[in-house]
Each structure stands twice: as structure tokens, then as C-alpha cells.
């Protein structure tokens, strides 16, 4: 999977769309976990070239964003907690589907 982020705490940005190598659960957990501010983000860019994204709202509140592949001012979002961000990753890099993810 490619992962981008960035950390308005620490202005800290990754960003590995444009390189070859996929970054790996483990590495994008623990980039995840560093978040912490109002203003950062996460996403995953699947390898059918899907986006899932995760911005920082408040203490234990993200904002779950899947832009439609076919029209990017077309998007699903929902509120998610810590705790369902870091289950939606691991099962995006298990292979779940981003349609399976946002449900009927």
C-alpha cells in the first residue's frame, strides 16, 4: 500500500506515492499512531488506486473520508473513533475492499 501523512504538531509530511516500494502495516501503524493534532491526516492509496483517509477532529475523533474514485467532488465520510481508524487500516492492508469499508 502508499501512504501519505502529515502531523500539524510537528509539521512532519511522508508521502510514498511516487516511490517504488509499499509501506508495510507495521510502519504505517506506527506513522498513525504519532498523529495528534488538529490538522493532521492519513491515507492509503490502495493498490486499485483508491484513497481512504483519516483527518484529526478532536481527542478520539477522526473523520473517515473516501473520496469516489470516479469523481473526487463525489465522497463518502463518517466519524470514526481511534480505535476504528486502527482497525479499518489493518483491514485495508489485509485486503478488505474501500466499498466493503463504507458498507451498503
Not at 52 to 71: C, E
Not at 77 to 89: L, T
Request: aromatic share 14%.
Amino acid at each position: 500500500m502508499k501512504v501519505f501523512l502529515y502531523n500539524s504538531e510537528t509539521e512532519y509530511e511522508f508521502n510514498d506515492i511516487e516511490h517504488d516500494d509499499d509501506t508495510d502495516l507495521e510502519t504505517a501503524l506506527d506513522e498513525f499512531y504519532e498523529l495528534s493534532e488538529e490538522g493532521s491526516f492519513f491515507g492509503i492509496v490502495t493498490p486499485d488506486d483508491r484513497i481512504i483517509q483519516f483527518a484529526y477532529v478532536d481527542n478520539n475523533k477522526w473523520i473517515l473520508d473516501i473520496p469516489s474514485k470516479d469523481n473526487p467532488q463525489d465522497f463518502y465520510q463518517r466519524e470514526v473513533n481511534y480505535d476504528a481508524c486502527v482497525e479499518i487500516i489493518k483491514s485495508v492492508f489485509s485486503g478488505t475492499s474501500i466499498d466493503e469499508i463504507k458498507g451498503p
